[in-house]
């Protein structure tokens, strides 16, 4: 599968077919107007939008340009959710499982240039044990409380079952629909399919080009940041030497980029890479040998009105918002985003943990519901996508599994994959999940990655409002992990506040307790120099399913939903202004 983000170039045209396109719920008679992309769930005060569970159609017309004879053309549909199939005049062309990841769809053979089709794309939102992320298939959904045993709240909840109610195990919202970017695109009948590249300190930059035929000649340059052309080598595998190299670094240093331009027969394809190395040494993470020490909020794709939509204006917003913050880093809790993001992160600096879909997943006695080979696949379909971009540093397999109710299950369940993922990934980097707060000192999967990251909630979920013990608790646990010398990261902690709402004592929910929350989980941190990252969940407010610990959505952003600082925003921008992101 070509996983080569669309270009437009000499050789390559790409059209986007964003827009407003025809929208129904199957069955239905009429179509209505929605916009791609975006989620359709905020699109339309009609309820359905919000609680529908099943196919939601989408249609347009597309033609393909009679100037595109001899061409290679194709649809590529950077993420439908969950699951898609794609119509072509009404057959089925193409079908493609989970809602993060590109897919493409050939139309040579289908289609003549000149002519024009009826594209209809289904979307199915339903979430269930064989998806992911993971549904709670009728029961209780995240954070609900459904009073198990009592008879008539359980024949609640199968009426709920029988009405198709469709509850996520996840806390966020279940947005879906083409929530980003379909494109028709061209390029020449033979064509560029991957390109890999792996650089070193030293200016030494391997690479590997596959093309769609295994005759015809490829010549591969470096240009610099000024387009000047520093290396050049010919032949689908070798190594670019770049004399006196400069390296990518996260901000506050450079994160300089150079291009790779790739040249094979009519064919051209340039992407933009950067030098840097990334390693685990003992309690330490080093970017280019120097200890690196994470700090930035968690994220998630979503806004007012967009839901889950990629859009370039929130996504600059937010990353200038980062470093408003002095921030250097998020992880793509709990999916893999936008491939706009990645490139924009590679640009500006910004470090990104890459993480799978993989959320929601507690354990019965079948550890992971059989999930292991369509996991093993997404993580698969993600490194293909991501595995060139310098910004990304570290693997996440999944968030908060349960690895300790059956803990030999879960080992067996994770340590392949985790494996898999050092195989597939060509620069080799760190690997992870990221641990629940549940018995650590039971549990033997989040101890065996290389990095530890742990969501904690003391003072918040547990320990509610008292920040002494919360204090002391979490030491008797950093205490314990400070014996299995590894590198850890916080890399999610956070209290829900209510933007406005103010105490002068601090209690719950209140932006002072945001602050104090912080201000007491940090100082365990700053104790000890195993612990490499802080990430406060979250960086903004975010949508949510309905529950009863939920207000309009989960509150515990340092941000509003429409971006505005709260008082734990200007608390971390003082507190990383004086850190230093790569300490000596
Ligand atoms: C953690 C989850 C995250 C939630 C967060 C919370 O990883 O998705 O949003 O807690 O409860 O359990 O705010």
Redesign the pocket.
């Known amino acids: 599968m070509s996983t080569l983000y669309p270009q437009n170039n000499a050789a390559r045209t790409a059209l986007d077919l964003g827009g407003i396109w025809d929208f129904r719920f199957q069955g239905d008679e009429g179509w209505q107007p929605v916009a791609v992309p975006a989620s359709y769930n905020d699109q339309s005060p009609d309820p359905r939008f919000r609680n529908y569970a099943g196919v939601a159609e989408y249609r347009r017309k597309i033609t393909v340009p009679s100037a595109w004879k001899g061409l290679r053309f194709f649809l590529r549909f950077d993420a439908v959710a969950h699951d898609a199939r794609i119509l072509l005049n009404g057959r089925e062309i193409a079908s493609h499982r989970g809602g993060f990841l590109p897919f493409e769809v050939e139309l040579n053979g289908l289609m003549e240039p000149g002519e024009t089709a009826e594209l209809v794309v289904e979307a199915d939102n339903r979430i269930h044990h064989g998806t992911l992320p993971i549904g709670a298939e009728g029961g209780t959904a995240f954070f609900g409380s459904d009073n198990p045993g009592i008879r008539s709240v359980e024949a609640g909840k199968e009426y709920q079952r029988e009405h198709g109610i469709n509850l996520p195990a ?3 919202f279940n947005y879906t629909g083409i929530q980003r970017p379909v494109r028709l695109l061209a390029t020449p009948a033979r064509y560029i399919r991957d390109i890999t590249l792996v650089p070193h300190l030293n200016g030494d930059v391997d690479f590997a080009v596959d093309t769609s035929d295994a005759e015809g000649r490829v010549v591969v340059e470096a240009l610099d940041a000024d387009g000047r052309a520093v290396a050049r080598c010919e032949g689908r595998q070798g190594t670019l030497k770049i004399a006196e190299p400069r390296l990518w670094e996260p901000r506050p240093g450079t994160p300089y980029l150079y291009t790779a331009r790739i040249a094979f027969e009519q064919d051209l394809y340039e992407l933009p890479f950067g030098i840097r190395e990334v390693r685990v040494e003992g309690t330490r993470f080093l970017i280019n040998g120097k200890p690196f020490r994470f700090h930035g909020p968690c994220k998630h794709e979503d806004s007012p009105f967009r839901g889950r939509g990629a859009d370039p204006c929130l996504m600059v917003t937010d990353i200038n918002l980062y470093h408003w913050l002095h921030a250097n880093c998020f992880r793509t ?2 999916y893999p985003y936008a491939e706009e993001m990645y490139r924009l992160c590679d640009r500006e600096g910004i470090v990104v943990m890459d993480e799978t879909p993989a ?1 929601g997943m507690w354990a019965d006695e079948n550890y992971g519901w059989g999930l292991g080979e369509y996991h093993a696949q997404v993580l698969r379909e993600m490194i293909a996508r991501d595995k060139n971009h310098p910004c990304v540093v570290m693997w996440s397999l999944g ?2 599994p349960d690895t300790d109710t059956y803990p030999e299950k879960a080992y067996d369940y994770w340590h392949p994959l985790y494996e898999d993922a050092h195989r597939l990934d060509p620069q080799n980097r760190p690997v992870t999940v ?1 641990g ?1 707060q549940n018995r650590y000192d039971r549990e033997l999967v989040i101890r065996s990655m290389d990095v530890v990251l742990i ?1 904690r ?1 003391y003072g918040w ?1 547990n320990l509610s409002g008292d920040l002494d013990a919360a204090r002391y608790a979490f030491r008797i646990e950093l205490d314990w992990w400070a014996q299995q010398q590894k590198p850890l990261i916080l890399s ?1 902690y ?1 209290a829900d506040t209510v933007a406005g709402l103010h105490g002068a004592v601090a209690e719950m929910f209140t932006e002072e307790y945001q602050v104090a929350f912080y201000e007491a989980m940090n100082e365990c941190l700053d104790e000890r120099d195993f612990v490499v990252g802080e990430m406060p ?2 960086f903004a407010d975010f949508g949510t399913c309905q529950g009863p610990m939920r207000v309009g959505g ?1 509150r ?1 952003g340092l941000f509003t939903r429409d971006r505005r600082p709260k008082m734990a925003a200007h608390y971390f921008r003082r507190r990383w202004e004086k850190m230093d992101s790569v300490t000596p």
């Open positions: 996840f806390d966020f809790s709990h959320v968030n908060e990221v629940c969501n909630y979920y999610e956070g969940w979250n989960n515990k």
